[in-house]
């Protein structure tokens, strides 16, 4: 039960910034556990290529590895969380999303929120027959297509500054694509693909 409980609590760390970097001592002292019992739980999720090091003086800095399934698995899983209590406080959401996935003809492939805005993800040539539903949605409502997303994804804090409602797995695929570019900005180790 701890076991998954840790794993857990660190999906949720770095899952308010998929590009931090954190020593173990960090990692523990966020998580108010025991350095040795997370040290322990670090190197096993290293040993499944979850994560990777980076050394830095006698020190390691701990790096998500976007590269791995599992490491995506465990911010899916944080992020449905957030997901699940944003929409139990603001159920309007969860109807939002049935109607742009149902109703709509969007075809998206992620919406998100950020910025207290609705940001939907989809094909271009959806987008280009939708211009009539842009006077239907909220004015506080983004269609994005894939490559807008990147580029937005780049420029802005959306990486840490959002809750998925759909999609997961298209939001996350679409930062690994810009992985070099967003993670520079994110620390001064740089942006080297995991």
Not at 61 to 84: F, P, V
Not at 134 to 153: G, H, M, N, Y
Not at 154 to 171: A, T
Not at 172 to 191: D, E, L
Request: aromatic share 10%; charged share 25%; with cysteine.
């Amino acid at each position: 039960m701890a076991e998954g409980r840790i794993e857990r609590q660190i999906a949720e760390l770095y899952g308010k910034n998929p590009f931090s970097l954190y020593s173990i001592n960090q990692i523990a002292t966020e998580l108010d556990r025991t350095y040795p019992f997370v040290n322990k739980k670090v190197h096993e999720l290293a040993e499944r290529e979850v994560f990777s090091f980076i050394p830095v003086g006698r020190s390691h800095l701990c790096r998500l590895n976007l590269g791995s399934e599992e490491a995506m698995l465990l911010l899916m899983r944080s992020e449905i969380g957030k997901r699940d209590r944003l929409i139990a406080s603001r159920p309007e959401l969860a109807q939002a999303v049935r109607f742009l996935r149902e109703e709509s003809g969007l075809e998206p492939y992620t919406i998100f929120l950020h910025a207290e805005r609705l940001h939907i993800v989809c094909p271009g040539t959806v987008l280009r027959r939708a211009t009539g539903l842009e006077k239907t949605l909220e004015s506080d409502t983004i269609l994005l297509s894939p490559d807008a997303f990147r580029r937005l994804l780049v420029s802005e804090d959306l990486v840490r500054d959002h809750v998925i409602l759909f999609g997961f797995e298209h939001f996350f695929w679409a930062v690994k694509q810009v992985w070099p570019q967003v993670a520079a900005r994110y620390n001064a180790i740089g942006g080297d693909r995991p």
